[in-house]
Nanobody
Framework: QVQLVESGGGLVQAGGSLRLSCAASGPIFGTYGWGWFRQAPGKERELAAGISWSGTTYYSDSVKGRFTISRDNAKNTVYLQMNSLKPEDTAVYYC???????????????????WGQGTQVTVSS
């Protein structure tokens, strides 16, 4: 059974930084892409950043230029470096994995088969 375990959330002041990590364990075979989703209270879960097996990246407009997604295929781990954080970045952040061709970034939430438990990120003003 595939499991994704996130770490690195917490409370930070506006303008600060946090780094999220997510490690996968279990039988994941072949190439797959990662995504970092987030869900604020009363809002739908949205894709903040995604990365393909080969390193192609996608960022939503709201995080572009501030967040950086990266991955270590040897460690089955994905990271999200979040800089210049804003109060509107407050949300539960979920990592997810989806089977995908080498250079493809999955954009749709329904494409992701594996999900972490979520980690809270709170940005105070």
């Amino acid at each position: 059974q595939v499991q994704l375990v996130e770490s690195g959330g917490g409370l930070v002041q506006a303008g600060g930084s946090l780094r999220l990590s997510c490690a996968a364990s279990g039988p994941i075979f072949g190439t797959y892409g990662w995504g970092w989703f987030r869900q604020a209270p009363g809002k739908e879960r949205e894709l903040a950043a995604g990365i393909s097996w080969s390193g192609t990246t996608y960022y939503s407009d709201s995080v572009k230029g501030r967040f950086t997604i990266s991955r270590d295929n040897a460690k089955n781990t994905v990271y999200l470096q979040m800089n210049s954080l804003k109060p509107e970045d407050t949300a539960v952040y979920y990592c997810a994995a989806a089977r995908a061709p080498l250079q493809s970034v999955r954009i749709n939430r329904d494409d992701y088969a594996y999900w972490g438990q979520g980690t809270q990120v709170t940005v105070s003003s």
